[in-house]
């Protein structure tokens, strides 16, 4: 059984940090795409940020030079670094595996997380 677990989510005030963690397990893949995704309370899912098996990234403008995305391959970890943190930031965060595309505006994935809250004040 796939499981993806979410850790790290919280409030914080603005310009802060946070880093999300996301532990995949149950899941034989070889080469797959890892992202993370948002959604805020009355609007759509959307993406945030992705990563290929090879280290490529993609993301969404609003987030650029703000958060980074890495994996560890070997730990089948998948982690997001949130910095200057912003109150439109504040949503449920989902940790995915195996996008259906593997770009940020991706609709859709195989497996996915519970989510944790990620609560930014101004």
């Known amino acids: 059984q796939v499981k993806l677990v979410e850790s790290g989510g919280g409030s914080v005030q603005a310009g802060g940090s946070l880093r999300l963690s996301c532990a995949v397990s149950?899941?034989?893949?070889?080469?797959?795409?890892m992202g993370w995704f948002r959604q805020a309370p009355g609007k759509e899912r959307e993406g945030v940020m992705t990563?290929?098996?090879?280290?490529?990234?993609s993301y969404r403008d609003s987030v650029k030079g703000r958060f980074t995305i890495s994996r560890d391959n070997a730990k089948n970890t998948l982690d997001l670094q949130m910095n200057t943190l912003k109150p439109e930031d504040t949503a449920m965060y989902y940790c995915?595996?195996?996008?259906?595309?593997?770009?940020?505006?991706?609709?859709?994935?195989?497996?996915w997380g519970q989510g944790t809250q990620v609560t930014v004040s101004s």
């Open positions: 149950g899941y034989n893949g070889s080469s797959y795409c």
């Open positions: 990563i290929d098996t090879y280290g490529a990234t």
């Open positions: 995915a595996i195996d996008l259906w595309v593997c770009f940020v505006r991706s609709r859709g994935a195989k497996y």
